[in-house]
T-cell receptor, first 114, second 112 residues
Framework: GDSVTQMEGPVTLSEEAFLTINCTYTATGYPSLFWYVQYPGEGLQLLLKATKADDKGSNKGFEATYRKETTSFHLEKGSVQVSDSAVYFCALSQLQGGSEKLVFGKGMKLTVNP | DADVTQTPRNRITKTGKRIMLECSQTKGHDRMYWYRQDPGLGLRLIYYSFDVKDINKGEISDGYSVSRQAQAKFSLSLESAIPNQTALYFC???????????FGPGTRLTVL
């Protein structure tokens, strides 16, 4: 079945460090891919998305490119801030037989220290 | 005001008690979802509803039931709570299949 595998962490970085969170997926069709972020004490919110191969999603300095050949959607940010401390979830969404299948990765906790 | 609200935000209860978690949304979306979050397991779908007359089981529906009282309201019930239902519960909405989901702030439930 469809699945998402991502780095689980936790990861601790210093402010202004480079961030990469790996995400790979397994799917039978052509899913849409998402990164959601969960700040402490809050619900998940969309960070960025990509709906087809080679699309690049970007938001708040974060980027991820939909790579069909490597079935990956790695999240990157060139210079993290303390305010980026959160849990990051990779997810895929696929329509199957008229219904939607949404699969989340297990999440990765990021802590950024000043 | 938040688009998706959940009540209560925290609840501690005892084994065997009936618990209801409520979700309301002002986004006007037809699709509503209940997820459970456990450490190291990500989010797992409990139930979902595509409109008031449509209720569907997710991957972990055993021990739970839902009610879609109106387009804006979707409640989750634990008929007889057990300790392994201790988790963080999220309600979410979306406009269409495959589109962005909007999550509520979550309800932290502890079953003793």
């Amino acid at each position: 079945g469809d699945s998402v595998t991502q780095m689980e962490g936790p990861v601790t970085l210093s402010e202004e460090a480079f961030l990469t969170i790996n995400c790979t997926y397994t799917a039978t069709g052509y899913p849409s891919l998402f990164w959601y972020v969960q700040y402490p004490g809050e619900g998940l919110q969309l960070l960025l998305k990509a709906t087809k191969a080679d699309d690049k999603g970007s938001n708040k300095g974060f980027e991820a490119t939909y790579r069909k050949e490597t079935t990956s959607f790695h999240l990157e940010k060139g210079s993290v801030q303390v305010s980026d401390s959160a849990v990051y979830f990779c997810a895929l969404s696929q329509l199957q037989g008229g219904s939607e299948k949404l699969v989340f990765g297990k999440g990765m906790k990021l802590t950024v220290n000043p | 005001d938040a688009d998706v609200t959940q009540t209560p935000r925290n609840r501690i209860t005892k084994t065997g008690k009936r618990i209801m978690l409520e979700c309301s949304q002002t986004k006007g979306h037809d699709r509503m979802y209940w997820y459970r979050q456990d450490p190291g397991l990500g989010l797992r779908l409990i139930y979902y509803s595509f409109d008031v007359k449509d209720i569907n089981k997710g991957e972990i529906s055993d021990g739970y039931s839902v009610s879609r009282q109106a387009q804006a309201k979707f409640s989750l019930s634990l008929e007889s709570a057990i300790p392994n239902q201790t988790a963080l519960y999220f309600c979410a909405t979306s406009e269409q299949a495959g589109t962005v989901k909007y999550f509520g702030p979550g309800t932290r439930l502890t079953v003793l």
